[in-house]
């Protein structure tokens, strides 16, 4: 970056990682005589808290390096307002607020694309995580009594061909177009890295629940295939509890995704599902603005600032714990796919009213700081 780095004019540093990045960054500027400009997305020190707790030396140590270092930057962009307001008041940064916005290709899937994703990844999401799984049973032509009377369920289900790699539970080609089945579960989306930052617990929880309510509803309730997406520290710990309480009307997926693949989830998905609650307080979610951008309304974990993204009634709903979670999910799906909610409709329509444009906010961000 001394040497080979062509001279530049500006250095834009995502914070965080905060270090070793911010004081590089800072010697790197001071050396080519250019002008550093931190985008701040959230805050090392409160990350390392997570672990460490937020009385430790070492987190101090964080605070005072990136409050220091962070002060040598020419300018500033930060997430959200909550976040501007923090930076003025504890650290006298005047920082610009800048929304996230999705990349550009993001967008609500068709019916092909629809069709031609869940063809292509049927046997993902038709991979059962126990024998009681929904996959065991959603294709059956035989009655469940029948069913539940074999013993061995995975090898019979193989044998009757439920489990066929090209299955797919929410799309059919109907004389060669494309449709949506009229008897399908939900689908619902939840991307995580895993981490002490979202308590994938009240997912698991929620699901319990609604797993309850779904067995006494006379078939008012569809089942939900939750897919979750990413990979992290926590992941196995979680596919283990999801296997332990082996529901038959909800089913979770891990997944991981190509990019490409990702985003046509979103866009072909019912329902996005957010447990970011954020180590700061003052950042927001780069998923739920990634669901946005592919037309989908999110239930989202609330905390101090998620409201200046995520409109509750509008463009989303929030909950505070496990079972306000599972209660927005039945008011949502009470009756689909036959009968969606009118809340659920109102705001999949508001979601895609959404004017975010990645390209018009680059502009906006260069007439700011030229």
């Known amino acids: 970056m001394f040497v080979k780095l062509p001279r530049p004019d500006t250095v834009l540093v995502q914070n965080p990682p905060a270090i070793p990045t911010l004081v590089l960054c800072v010697m790197v500027c001071w050396w080519h005589k250019a002008q550093l400009v931190i985008d701040w997305h959230n805050f090392g020190y409160t990350i390392m808290s997570l672990t460490m707790g937020r009385r430790h030396p070492l987190v101090a140590i964080a605070?005072?390096?990136?409050?220091?270092?962070?002060?040598?930057?020419?300018?500033?962009l930060?997430?959200?307002?909550?976040?501007?307001?923090?930076?003025?008041?504890?650290?006298?940064?005047?920082?610009?607020?800048?929304?996230?916005?999705?990349?550009?290709?993001?967008h609500k899937a068709n019916l092909h694309e629809q069709h031609e994703l869940c063809t292509r990844i049927a046997a993902d999401l038709n991979a059962p995580m126990?024998?009681?799984?929904?996959?065991?049973?959603?294709?059956?032509?035989?009655?469940?009594?029948?069913?539940?009377?074999?013993?061995?369920?995975?090898?019979?289900?193989?044998?009757?061909?439920?489990?066929?790699?090209?299955?797919?539970?929410?799309?059919?080609?109907?004389?060669?177009?494309?449709?949506?089945?009229?008897?399908?579960p939900a689908l619902l989306v939840s991307s995580t890295s895993w981490t002490l930052d979202e308590d994938f617990g009240i997912l698991l929880q929620a699901a319990l629940q609604y797993e309850q309510m779904a067995a006494s509803s006379n078939g008012s309730l569809p089942?939900?295939?939750?897919?979750?997406?990413?990979?992290?520290?926590?992941?196995?710990?979680?596919?283990?509890?999801?296997?332990?309480?082996?529901?038959?009307?909800?089913?979770?997926?891990t997944l991981w995704l190509e990019a490409s693949d990702y985003a046509l989830l979103?866009?072909?998905?019912?329902?996005?599902?957010?447990?970011?609650?954020?180590?700061?307080?003052?950042?927001?979610?780069?998923?739920?603005v990634d669901m946005f951008g592919c037309g989908l309304p999110v239930c989202a974990a609330s905390y101090d600032c998620i409201d200046e993204l995520v409109k509750e009634g509008q463009t989303g709903l929030l909950f505070d714990c496990y079972q306000q979670l599972a209660d927005q999910w039945v008011a949502l799906f009470q009756?689909?796919?036959?009968?969606?909610?009118?809340?659920?409709?109102?705001?999949?329509?508001?979601v895609q009213q959404r004017q975010d444009n990645w390209s018009a906010s680059w502009e906006k961000l260069i007439r700011i700081f030229a």
């Open 63 to 76: 605070r005072w390096y990136e409050w220091f270092f962070g002060r040598q930057a020419t300018s500033h």
């Open 78 to 106: 930060c997430v959200s307002k909550a976040m501007q307001l923090f930076l003025q008041a504890e650290w006298g940064i005047t920082a610009t607020v800048f929304y996230d916005t999705p990349p550009t290709w993001f």
């Open 130 to 184: 126990h024998d009681d799984d929904p996959a065991y049973h959603v294709r059956s032509s035989y009655s469940q009594h029948h069913f539940d009377t074999v013993q061995d369920k995975p090898k019979h289900a193989e044998a009757v061909g439920l489990l066929r790699s090209d299955f797919n539970v929410f799309t059919q080609l109907v004389e060669g177009k494309p449709q949506l089945k009229p008897v399908r």
């Open 223 to 253: 089942g939900l295939v939750i897919a979750v997406t990413g990979k992290g520290p926590q992941k196995a710990m979680y596919e283990e509890k999801m296997q332990q309480l082996r529901l038959q009307h909800v089913a979770f997926r």
């Open 266 to 288: 979103l866009g072909s998905a019912d329902l996005g599902v957010c447990l970011h609650t954020s180590s700061s307080g003052l950042d927001l979610p780069m998923k739920v």
């Open 335 to 350: 009756g689909f796919p036959k009968n969606p909610s009118k809340q659920l409709l109102h705001m999949q329509q508001q």
